[in-house]
């Protein structure tokens, strides 16, 4: 189905390079968030962006970066500075900031 | 600060029998409570939030403020409601910034 889409499925990065995560959805949603799922931690906020050209840090900012110059895309990078990036990330978009979350299907990034 | 704490990591049930999932939150402000879940071989999705007191697939959950807890609820388990299910914390500026609990993994056995 569509609505919001992460790719690729599976990454895998060797230590020191950065790489980039990707968000698209076609709901036309203003609102955009980046989560890192880790096992037996639930899902932590990293960035979120409530509308274009703007986004916020949230829990665990450091060592990412995020871009939002357009509605539909909200791309996520993990920088060499990320000290632990193996990880699950979530991308999720929301009508507005008070609207429920739709979430992509996840990316698994393995860092060696 | 925020915390959501859901105390059990799994919970097994035989189909037909009462179960409830546990959350308990931490949180200053007015609360916005959510139960996100995650079916096998699909996304995470939101199951139900307080603020609209529906009944979702028989689920239900009561905010209760004085022991700050938002419990899910649900008479007669079905196979089916086997899943993660995570209780999340909104609030502030955005009920997207949400804070998560570490999810339970509720399984319904035949």
């Known amino acids: 189905d569509g609505g919001i889409t992460q790719s690729p499925k599976y990454l895998f990065r060797k230590e020191g390079q950065n790489v980039t995560l990707s968000c698209e959805q076609n709901?036309?949603?203003?609102?955009m968030y980046w989560y890192r799922q880790d096992p037996g931690q639930g899902l932590r906020l990293i960035y979120y962006s409530q509308i274009v050209n703007d986004f916020q840090k949230g829990d665990i900012a450091e060592g990412y970066s995020v871009s939002r110059e357009k509605k539909e895309s909200f791309p996520l990078t993990v920088t060499s500075a990320q000290k632990n990036p193996t990880a699950f990330y979530l991308c999720?978009?929301?009508?507005?900031?008070?609207?429920?979350?739709?979430f992509g299907n996840g990316t698994r990034l393995t860092v060696t | 600060a925020q915390r959501v704490t859901q105390p059990e990591k799994l919970l097994s049930v035989f189909k037909g029998a009462p179960v409830e999932l546990k959350c308990n939150y931490s949180y200053s402000g007015s609360p916005e409570l959510f139960w996100y879940v995650q079916y096998s071989r699909q996304r995470l999705q939101l199951l139900l939030r307080h603020i609209s007191r529906e009944s979702i697939k028989g689920f239900t959950a009561d905010l209760n403020k004085g022991e700050t807890s938002f419990h899910l609820k649900k008479p007669f388990a079905q196979e089916e409601d086997s899943a993660m299910y995570y209780c999340?914390?909104?609030?502030?500026?955005?009920?997207?910034?949400?804070?998560f609990g570490q999810g339970t993994i509720l399984t319904v056995h035949p």
């Open positions: 709901l036309n949603h203003d609102a």
């Open positions: 999720a978009s929301s009508l507005d900031s008070w609207s429920p979350l739709h």
């Open positions: 999340a914390l909104g609030g502030g500026t955005s009920y997207g910034k949400l804070t």
